[in-house]
C-alpha cells in the first residue's frame, strides 16, 4: 500500500528557498513527480523524475527547482530556490509503477496521491 506524505512546506519571501519531501512509497515506484494547484486552476507538473533518474521540468521552474531522489529512504525531494509569489500553491507530489513511464508532468498518469503541502511566497 502507497501511503504518500509530504512536508517541508512553508512561507517564504520572494527570492528565497524552500526543500519539500515526499516518503510513504516502495522501492518499486517507477515515475515520481510533483505538481501544485491554487484554487479555480487545473494542476499542473512542475517536475517528474523516474526510476533511471531522468527528470523533467515544467519551463516556468527551470533553472530553479531540482528534483532528486533518495532510494535509500524512499524519498522524492523538490528543491526551489529563487521563489516567486506566483509559485505559491498546495505542492502534492505524486508516483506510480508504470513501466515505462507516461509523460511525467501529466496528471493522469499517476494512480498515488499525497494529501499536499501549501507552499507560500510573499513579495
Known amino acids: 500500500q502507497v501511503q504518500l506524505v509530504e512536508s517541508g512546506g512553508g512561507s517564504v519571501q520572494a527570492g528565497g528557498s524552500l526543500r519539500v519531501s515526499c516518503a510513504g512509497y516502495?522501492?518499486?515506484?517507477?515515475?515520481m513527480g510533483w505538481f501544485r494547484q491554487v484554487p479555480g486552476k487545473e494542476r499542473e507538473g512542475v517536475a517528474g523524475i523516474d526510476s533511471y533518474g531522468r527528470t523533467k521540468y515544467a519551463d516556468s521552474v527551470k533553472g530553479r527547482f531540482t528534483i532528486s531522489q533518495d532510494n535509500a529512504k524512499n524519498t522524492v525531494y523538490l528543491q526551489m530556490n529563487n521563489l516567486k509569489p506566483e509559485d505559491t500553491a498546495m505542492y502534492y507530489c505524486a508516483v506510480d509503477f508504470t513501466i515505462p513511464c507516461g509523460w511525467l508532468l501529466l496528471p493522469r498518469e499517476y494512480n498515488y496521491w499525497g494529501q499536499g503541502t501549501q507552499v507560500t511566497v510573499s513579495s
Open positions: 516502495t522501492w518499486s515506484v517507477t515515475c
